[in-house]
């Protein structure tokens, strides 16, 4: 699976921003995305996950309320919708796929996911 995400910027605090990851390669709809961010200085860090069924997803809790993961198994993307944005969203978003075998789990390590895209700036300004 070859991933590619888009979608970031530069954008004021309280803003808004859209960040899709395309995917090629193998069935989509067969894997597990999730969306993880490494601001600098620091590790990578779980945000958004999206099983199988796009109804079962999770968030971490600084994201959870303001960010929407969602997924077009057709168009063979994942969406990460983030609004009222902080500051402290400031990072290197990147996009992850896992092939699972199950419909509703998810992952939520990074060490765990096998395909990674190259990630997309998010900057916000206070």
């Known amino acids: 699976v070859q991933l590619q995400a888009s979608g970031g910027g530069l954008v004021q605090a309280g803003g808004s921003l859209l960040l899709s990851c395309a995917a090629s390669g193998r069935t989509f709809s067969n894997y597990v995305m999730g969306w993880f961010r490494q601001a600098p200085g620091k590790e990578r860090e779980f945000v958004a996950a999206?099983?199988?069924?796009?109804?079962?997803?999770d968030y971490a809790d600084s994201v959870k309320g303001r960010f929407t993961i969602s997924r077009d198994n057709a168009k063979k993307t994942v969406y990460l919708q983030m609004n009222s944005l902080k500051p402290e969203d400031t990072a290197v978003y990147y996009c992850?796929?896992?092939?699972?075998?199950?419909?509703?789990?998810?992952?939520?390590?990074?060490?765990?996911?096998?395909?990674w895209g190259q990630g997309t700036e998010v900057t916000v300004s206070s």
């Open positions: 992850a796929a896992i092939f699972h075998s199950t419909y509703y789990s998810l992952t939520y390590s990074p060490s765990e996911y096998d395909y």
């Open positions: 999206i099983a199988r069924s796009s109804s079962t997803t």
